[in-house]
């Protein structure tokens, strides 16, 4: 095997599922292991998950074989990538500090790094995925919220206190739904899981659809993914709900291009699976959202790696960390 300073632990921490990857530098996964997150026994019984999935990619001495540890997590994170506060649906985590809980139980001074993971994904997109091509870039994930980062020369833009981007949480009607953030009319309370997939059922009950056939009664489960899957089918008012939800994505994206001067964007979450359905119309919209003089080489793209792209990028975090500390040092 190679050095073990070309390879980190990336994990994507989740209320459902805890998913890792051992990452090589240059050539990205090389093994991936999942395992529930039980969140509702706590954070100390969560962080004993994370460390046990560690080891169970690395062995029972990390630090012999990796160069660090990164985490993508809900919840916001400090300027030094330390801790973690108030992750949603993870019942009694106020602010914990998992780099120090984490080094803990494994017996690793190795670095323990966290991030936003709508920004850790943004990482893994620019260094590994699709937005590899774009120096600086949007990303957008779509799915139980929507999450944001902001990718400039292929670093993360942080803002002052380690919280910028949070995109889900910008207003396109100050009179809209209210999002879980308690901003009406934010983009989260459009694009969210949950809203898209109760705002669709509230549309489409009284409407010929084959979604009536695929769900049970009234549309009663009705999920984004049967969104997608009728409309592949040609289910007009199917692909009527997706190009509704595009048009509020793109209105969106118009005013970050405004305050940011970025034009490229990368979708990615699990409505994003529906592909061009969602992402035409947002391109059709968002310049009517942009500034004559922003218009130029606007471009939305996919983001097609799904879940590793989270992975991917709380992993290069130590690669990142490990060369600035390498040339701080030289």
């Known amino acids: ?138 990303m957008v994930t779509l799915g139980t919220g929507v999450g944001g980062a902001i990718i400039y020369q292929d670093r993360i833009f942080r803002g002052s206190t380690g919280g910028a981007a949070e995109l889900g949480h910008m207003t396109i009607d100050y009179e809209g739904p209210v999002a879980r953030s308690g901003v009406a009319g934010a983009i989260e309370a459009y694009l969210g899981h949950r809203f898209l997939s109760r705002h669709a059922r509230d549309r489409l009950r009284t409407r010929a659809t084959r979604l009536h056939d695929m769900t049970e009664q009234d549309l009663d489960d009705l999920t984004p993914k049967m969104l997608h899957e009728a409309a592949e089918q040609g289910d007009e008012p199917a692909r009527e709900m997706l190009a509704w939800a595009g048009h509020k994505l793109g209105c969106a994206l118009g005013s970050t291009v405004n305050l940011l001067d970025i034009r490229k964007v990368v979708v990615g979450g699990g409505i994003s699976q529906a592909g061009d359905y969602l992402l035409d119309p947002a391109r059709e919209a968002l310049p009517r959202y942009v500034m004559p003089g922003l218009q130029d080489d606007l471009d939305i793209v996919q983001e097609t790696l799904g879940n590793e792209v989270g992975m991917l990028g709380a992993a290069h975090l130590v690669f990142a960390h490990q060369q600035d500390h390498d040339l701080s040092t030289a």
Do not use: C
Request: proline share 7%.
């Open 1 to 138: 095997m190679s050095s073990r300073h070309d390879h980190a632990v990336g994990i994507d921490l989740g209320a459902t599922t805890i998913k890792a990857a051992l990452v090589k530098r240059e050539e990205g996964l090389s093994e991936e292991l999942a395992l529930s997150t039980e969140a509702d026994q706590g954070p100390e019984h969560i962080i004993d998950r994370i460390a046990r999935i560690v080891r169970q990619l690395t062995g029972d001495a990390p630090a012999e074989r990796i160069a660090g540890v990164g985490i993508g997590s809900p919840g916001a994170i400090n300027w030094e990538r330390t801790t973690v506060t108030q992750p949603p649906n993870m019942p009694g985590w106020e602010t914990v500090n998992l780099r120090d809980a984490l080094q803990e139980r494994l017996d690793f001074d190795d670095p323990v790094l966290v991030e936003n993971d709508a920004s850790a994904a943004g990482l893994g997109s620019a260094h590994y995925g699709a937005g590899r091509p774009f120096p600086s870039f949007i």
